[in-house]
Nanobody, 126 residues
Framework: QVQLVESGGGLVQAGGSLRLSCAAS????????MGWFRQAPGKEREFVAWISRSGGGTYYADSVKGRFTISRDNAKNTVYLQMNSLKPEDTAVYYC???????????????????WGQGTQVTVSS
């Protein structure tokens, strides 16, 4: 089992940047591929970014490609989401999630993830 805690959310103006962190505790962090998802008010939760267990592979939703960067530090049991050039439509609760299936396949469905954090609010003002 792994526990996930997100931090780093907040209020930022359009064009600004934020870096989200997701700290993991419990079983070996490097055993899990990790993902970031988000959920805007009145909308379903959507995939944002994925990173492999080693950090050597990443994948992004088209809506954030070129603006967001996912990374991880397995020594610190932490995954990050650097968000640049933020837009009002990026406003959402952001969640990190862990996939325990030891696969190198990119996972974009929330059903593929086994553990979730509580979420952190990101609000982008225009």
């Amino acid at each position: 089992q792994v526990q996930l805690v997100e931090s780093g959310g907040g209020l930022v103006q359009a064009g600004g940047s934020l870096r989200l962190s997701c700290a993991a505790s419990g079983r070996t962090f490097s055993s899990y591929a990790m993902g970031w998802f988000r959920q805007a008010p009145g909308k379903e939760r959507e995939f944002v970014a994925w990173i492999s267990r080693s950090g050597g592979g990443t994948y992004y939703a088209d809506s954030v490609k070129g603006r967001f960067t996912i990374s991880r530090d397995n020594a610190k049991n932490t995954v990050y989401l650097q968000m640049n050039s933020l837009k009002p439509e990026d406003t959402a609760v952001y969640y990190c999630a862990a996939d325990q299936t030891r696969t190198a396949v990119v996972r974009t469905s929330e059903n593929d993830y086994d553990y979730w954090g509580q979420g952190t609010q990101v609000t982008v003002s225009s």
